[in-house]
């Protein structure tokens, strides 16, 4: 990412950083380095800019939300990222978590299928210089079977089961984090492959807009 020149959200980002998200329990110092990085205030309209390092989720437009900064943070941690990952994103919005991750792994793979979102966050990842990020406008809930396996896959909304073809695309080893559950409220899934078959773990609950497309609920 481009370095930011007379940046007046420093000050804010490094304060969501300490007491938002560290003093919650997220301890990575990469994924407290990336949160303090990625300028979210860019991710949101000019009239939010002042709400953008703030405890809660705000609207992007089509019914969609940046999610709040500590769930962020925290669905970040869970993946256990290296920069030799190669990560998959379902539900690109606004791009904001898609900018972290690339902060944190070689390549992502992100996938939008409302295309004025899709839009609006290529066009963000070329001003800020993201050149990790590759994105598509399609049904996430399929995944992308051509770039198959990934080392981690995340989910940014909820689905009512987990899609076969994401538990299909994971690589060896390979960590999947998505919110199941009903359309009001979600678990937050971390989900493991292994040598030994597939384990899941739950990381409390959650809340975030519908899962839309053939393997989650339908529009």
Same mark, same amino acid.
């Given at each position: 990412?481009?370095?930011?020149?007379?940046?007046?959200?420093?000050?804010?980002?490094?304060?969501?950083? /300490?007491?938002?998200?560290?003093?919650?329990?997220? $301890?990575?110092?990469?994924?407290?380095?990336?949160?303090?990085?990625?300028? /979210?205030?860019?991710?949101?309209?000019?009239?939010?800019?002042?709400?953008?390092?703030?405890?809660?989720?705000?609207?992007?437009?089509?019914?969609?939300?940046? $999610?709040?900064?500590?769930?962020?943070?925290?669905?970040?941690?869970?993946?256990?990222?290296?920069?030799?990952?190669?990560?998959?994103?379902?539900?690109?919005?606004?791009?904001?978590?898609?900018?972290?991750?690339?902060?944190?792994?070689?390549? *992502?793979?992100?996938?939008? /299928?409302?295309?004025?979102?899709?839009?609006?966050?290529?066009?963000?990842?070329?001003?800020?210089?993201?050149?990790?990020?590759?994105?598509?406008?399609?049904?996430?809930?399929?995944?992308?079977?051509?770039?198959?396996?990934?080392?981690?896959?995340? *989910?940014?909304?909820?689905?009512?089961?987990?899609?076969?073809?994401?538990?299909?695309?994971?690589?060896?080893?390979?960590?999947?984090?998505?919110?199941?559950?009903?359309?009001?409220?979600?678990?937050?899934?971390?989900?493991? /492959?292994?040598?030994?078959?597939?384990?899941? $773990?739950?990381?409390?609950?959650?809340?975030?807009?519908?899962? *839309?497309?053939?393997?989650?609920?339908?529009?």
């Amino acid at each position: 990412m481009k370095p930011l020149k007379n940046d007046p959200y420093a000050g804010r980002r490094k304060q969501m950083v /300490r007491t938002q998200i560290q003093a919650r329990g997220v $301890s990575d110092p990469k994924v407290l380095e990336a949160m303090d990085t990625v300028p /979210r205030h860019l991710f949101v309209s000019e009239a939010l800019h002042d709400q953008a390092y703030q405890d809660f989720p705000l609207p992007i437009g089509e019914g969609q939300t940046i $999610s709040q900064p500590y769930i962020v943070a925290e669905m970040t941690q869970a993946l256990n990222l290296t920069k030799e990952d190669r990560v998959l994103e379902i539900g690109t919005g606004c791009g904001y978590q898609t900018a972290v991750l690339a902060q944190l792994a070689y390549k *992502v793979y992100t996938i939008e /299928r409302i295309r004025s979102l899709f839009i609006g966050a290529r066009r963000i990842f070329d001003e800020l210089g993201f050149h990790n990020i590759v994105a598509r406008c399609a049904d996430g809930t399929l995944g992308w079977q051509d770039e198959a396996p990934f080392d981690a896959i995340i *989910v940014t909304a909820g689905a009512p089961i987990t899609p076969k073809a994401l538990i299909s695309q994971l690589a060896m080893g390979g960590r999947l984090i998505i919110p199941v559950g009903d359309q009001s409220v979600q678990s937050l899934k971390k989900i493991v /492959r292994d040598e030994n078959g597939i384990h899941e $773990s739950d990381l409390g609950a959650c809340r975030f807009v519908k899962l *839309v497309g053939e393997q989650g609920w339908r529009d």
